[in-house]
């Protein structure tokens, strides 16, 4: 049975990487946002025996909540807060492109596993692991993007 889960692990992270890779061709990620998503599910791939935890690695490369606490308090200095604004809206941007990206990337992989394997009480474990690793993209996006920086978001 565990062979057959991370096969199944494997099936899904290689329909998440195509779907990534499409909404790169299609304009619905920039470059720098695809790299970090396939690294991700690279990295996923390579421990396919265990649960996945593709947001984990993803939240390690967004920039810290002291660097924005950090570019937020600079810049409110005049003169040169615009160029920390500047720094300030583009990591957000990238995080929130980054995170969008990873939300509907897992939603259409799941939409994908489930049309293709009809034997639901395996897929169930990748699917729940697949939602958790969600969850946790959501309420980052929640709690660190639009709750702290509602201005911010309202741009972006």
């Known amino acids: 049975m565990n062979e057959l889960v991370t096969e199944l692990r494997h099936k899904f992270l290689t329909i998440l990487k195509s779907v ?3 909404n790169f061709e299609e304009g619905q990620c920039v470059p720098e ?14 421990h396919e025996d265990m649960p996945m935890a593709d947001w984990a690695f993803i939240k390690t490369y967004i920039v810290s909540d002291r660097t924005n606490s950090l570019l937020s308090g600079l810049a409110k200095i005049p ?12 990591n957000f941007s990238l995080a929130y ?10 939603e259409h992989a799941t939409h994908a596993i489930r049309n293709f394997i009809h034997e639901q009480n395996f897929v169930s474990q990748i699917l729940k692991e697949s939602s958790e690793n969600v969850q946790q993209a959501e309420a980052y996006m929640a709690s660190e ?3 702290d920086f ?5 741009a972006i």
Do not use: C, M, T
């Open 33 to 46: 946002a695809v790299v970090v998503l396939l690294e991700s599910a690279d990295r996923a791939l390579d």
């Open 97 to 106: 492109d980054i995170i969008v990206n990873f939300i509907e990337g897992h």
């Open 150 to 154: 509602p201005d911010i978001s309202k």
């Open 20 to 22: 990534y890779w499409e």
């Open 79 to 90: 003169l040169i807060g615009r160029f920390f604004q500047d720094r300030l809206f583009n």
């Open 145 to 147: 993007i639009e709750e």
